[in-house]
């Protein structure tokens, strides 16, 4: 009887240990808060320079960002910034930001890509969570994709029914796009171009626990997902890119680093794959995650101008 007892105990004990570590890891990875503990230790820190790789502060200062606000489908407040073309157009971008990032200044190299290369007007949200958002979760895409949805409309409603609109998403940001990708999309969107995306939340936060702690995804994974679906609403497995994909229609221009070890390269062409609209595929030799555009600067924007022009008229 004593032996029972004390195996009894032991069990107990441990999956309190277990339960313990699942809610360090959903204040670690999904729950708002500064990421301290990231900070070069962990794969979850993607290279700090990344966004502002090519960021240009004398540009970015000299633009008139107008802050928007809109109010989620679950009653939070988001924010975003809007940037008009310097010549009057219907081409317009959403930009998605990567993980723990900001619209601004985090995605100023992409902003200052489409305003002075591309001639779009341009409109960075900062995530739920992220930015000057609320939010006491970070989405990983999943609930970011229906806030997406409302900031395209909210795009329309200021360009007019004649907007021409790209989504350009960068990490995190490119698998809200994919995800954003499989919803139902008014006709105003035309194109989508996802930077260095992962499959869903299950595989890259399975890559993530592997490379950080050395840990199988079972039971880990599947339990601190039940505590994001009680804290946050959402289980990992429903954030999946490539189910998105099935549905969508808008063509989609993949990119992804060669060096990539954060989100790996593998990822994209199960990505491509599972696209059955018309798209294209471009990897960046020697490129880190989130570095393809910094790596190689001029081939990347002729890739992007030269996928677009397919899409969207001049005017």
């Not at 195996?7 to 004990?13: F, G």
């Not at 021409?164 to 994919?178: D, F």
Request: include cysteine; glycine fraction near 8%.
């Amino acid at each position: 009887m004593l032996v029972v007892t004390i195996v009894l105990v032991c069990l107990i004990v441990l999956f309190a240990l277990l339960i313990a570590l699942c809610f360090y890891f959903y204040h670690y990875a999904i729950a708002r808060k500064p990421k301290s503990a990231l900070d070069g230790n962990s794969v979850l820190e993607t290279d700090p320079n990344a966004e502002l790789a090519t960021f240009d502060q004398g540009w970015f200062d000299q633009q008139k960002f107008e802050q928007l606000e809109l109010t989620s489908y679950d009653g939070l407040t988001l924010c975003g910034y809007y940037l008009p073309a310097k010549v009057p157009t219907t081409k317009t971008v959403l930009l998605a930001h990567g993980y723990t990032s900001r619209a601004i200044p985090d995605m100023g190299s992409f902003a200052e890509l489409y305003h002075e290369a591309l001639g779009y007007n341009v409109l960075l949200p900062d995530d739920r969570g992220h930015g000057l958002s609320q939010g006491k979760y970070i989405g990983f895409g999943w609930h970011d994709r229906l806030d997406f949805l409302k900031w395209i409309h909210k795009a329309i409603q200021i360009v007019g029914p004649d907007a021409q609109i790209v989504l350009h998403g960068l990490s995190m940001g490119g698998a809200t796009v994919l995800m954003t990708s499989g919803e139902q999309l008014p006709e105003q969107v035309k194109a989508i171009v996802s930077d260095c995306a992962y499959t869903s939340i299950s595989d890259i936060l399975t890559f993530q626990l592997k490379q950080t702690y050395k840990l199988p995804p079972f039971p880990f994974i599947h339990l601190t997902s039940l505590i994001c679906k009680l804290r946050a609403g959402y289980l990992f497995g429903e954030g999946s890119a490539v189910r998105q994909l099935a549905k969508n229609t808008r063509p989609i221009l993949f990119i992804h680093g060669l060096e990539d070890d954060f989100v790996p390269t593998s990822m994209v062409y199960t990505l491509y794959d599972a696209c059955q609209a018309p798209k294209d595929q471009y990897l960046v030799a020697k490129a880190g995650h989130g570095l393809a555009f910094a790596t190689d600067t001029q081939t990347y924007t002729q890739r992007v101008e030269d996928f677009l022009t397919k899409y969207i008229s001049t005017i």
